[in-house]
Each structure stands twice: as structure tokens, then as C-alpha cells.
């Protein structure tokens, strides 16, 4: 069995930022999905052409920084 353990000084101004960040990661990429499908609804079934743009756009800043909703959300 794999472990990860993160260990945070919450005495520390950075470490609290950190902590906070990594509590809440969860919530961030349920956020990003949630407007990643309301846009994949305009598109889909408004052919809201903005909304695909936009949609395409978030996808393409996610993909820069390694972030894949798809791995996170499955």
C-alpha cells in the first residue's frame, strides 16, 4: 500500500496558504467541471458558439498546467 502524508506548520503564513490550497483542490476541480459542463450544455444543445470558445479556451489553460478533469473527476 502507497502513502502520501503532507505535513503543514499552520504557525506559518505559507504553510496556511498551502494547507488551505490542498484542503480545498477537491472543491476547486468539482468547480472547473461544473462550468466546463454548463458550457459543454450551451454548445451542445444551444450551439452557443461564445460558450465553445470559452469552453476550448479553459481546456487549452488547464492542458498548459497539467490539469486533466477527466483523471480528476473519474
Do not use: C, P
Request: aromatic share 4%; no cysteine; charged share 35%.
Amino acid at each position: 500500500m502507497a502513502k502520501a502524508i503532507m505535513e503543514y506548520n499552520l504557525n506559518e503564513t505559507e504553510d496556511i496558504k498551502a494547507h488551505l490550497r490542498a484542503v480545498k483542490s477537491l472543491d476547486m476541480a468539482i468547480t472547473l467541471w461544473d462550468i466546463d459542463q454548463l458550457l459543454r450544455h450551451e454548445v451542445k444543445y444551444n450551439g452557443n458558439e461564445v460558450a465553445e470558445k470559452i469552453r476550448e479556451e479553459i481546456r487549452q489553460i488547464m492542458s498548459i498546467h497539467n490539469i486533466d478533469l477527466d483523471e480528476l473527476m473519474d
